[in-house]
């Protein structure tokens, strides 16, 4: 019998997971479609650290469900984890899962949670957990490369042309409503939380909104400030986007299962 | 009986035939990928290695060519041990491998890191070409064929390149 900690332990890491394998897939449809070469390249490289890090959590939230019950006619896998759970047993954010949109739309959701990422792996460097510091302090190298090319972007086309100033807004009308869900601890969070494995996100807050203000200021964007936000998705309450992502993402395992190539 | 004492370094001097499948030009020694090599009492040969990227495509097939090749040397139980903390970094790429990048048409990585810093719109670190040897080249995306390298282009020469960048 799995214990209660056991369990928050290993929806933590599915909720890190999840977003990291969401967003990586998301960013993976610009594959071919980049406005130019270099940057078409840029975001599929993104996508590949992503879902690199998304394969590291998986891996280990499949050995510690393994570990906690073995079952020998169904073992858990990276695998079984990222192509056969449902949609309300996905805990990423909603902000991963919303449609790439215009290239202005696709750079601010990076770039926000580029930001969320960068300094959530700073702290879980320290957690006890020492596959979780190991995973963090792999990924931050990469995530610090995610947030200085998003950053830029997000300065290039929000201090560019009115045209792109324009989309820049549109996207912040458009995703800031997500943004809240990252810096409010879900059910699983706050006993991980508690534990030290899991990182306070009272502490993430105020870096977060700083850094996102620094390069809003540079961006010559204006602060959105407090508006409404709509959360859900880190319980397994998603928008309907989700569902169409799982169904591409899915389909060849749902269709043929266990199919291998 | 015959009995065959394995030292580490005849291990290491066998996975210099494992070839990276993304830069064959270097193989995982090179590379700085293989951290440790242990002889277990029981017989169990157990290397441990490590990822240069999360998302690196050739582990898979990295482990997969140190076990074939292990196997065809005699070894019967052989163990690969992923870690990832210390994370790799280009510094533990070895100087035969830096020249072999050279050679390969690949700019391998500063010695001394510039450029791994969220400082923004940083000023390119000076690359060398691999190609004419000149210094005056400027990069054109930090986002490469694989995570690993950015791309550059020579001003002297015109070529364009990779370069093997810090990490």
Known sequence: MRSQSTNHLINYILHLADDSLILGHRNSEWCGHGPVLEQDIAITNISLDLIGQGRNFYQYAAKLTNESTPDPSFAATEDTLAYLRDIRQFKNCLLVEQPNGDWAQTILRQFLFSAYQFYLYQQLQNSNDETLAAIAEKSLKEVTYHLRWSSEWVIRLGDGTSESHQRMLNAIDELWVYTGELLIAASYELPAISTQQGVDLTILKPKWEEKVKDIFVEATLPWPGERFQQIGGKEGKHSEHLGYILAELQYMQRAYPGCEW | ?167
């Not at chain 2, 210099?16 to 990928?33: R, S």
């Not at chain 2, 400082?119 to 005056?136: G, I, M, R, T």
């Open chain 2, 1 to 167: 009986m015959i009995t065959r004492e394995i030292d580490k370094k005849t291990i290491y001097s066998y996975l210099e035939q494992v070839q990276d499948p993304e830069v064959p030009a270097l193989n995982v020694i090179d590379m700085g990928i293989v951290r440790d090599v242990l002889l277990h009492d029981d017989g169990c040969l157990e290397i441990i290695i490590t990822p240069t990227y999360s998302g690196c495509p050739a582990m898979d097939v990295i482990s997969m060519n140190i076990r074939i090749l292990l196997s065809t040397i005699g070894f019967k139980k052989i163990e690969i041990t992923q870690v990832l903390s210390p994370p790799w970094t280009t510094d533990w790429m070895s100087e035969e491998g830096k020249r072999k990048l050279r050679n390969y048409g690949i700019a391998p990585p500063n010695p001394k890191q510039q450029v791994c810093s969220d400082k923004l719109f940083a000023p390119n670190e000076a690359v060398q070409c691999p190609h004419c040897d000149s210094w005056h080249t400027h990069r054109v995306s930090e986002f490469g064929s694989t995570p690993c390298k950015s791309l550059y282009v020579c001003d002297d020469c015109r070529e364009p390149f990779d370069y093997f960048k810090c990490h």
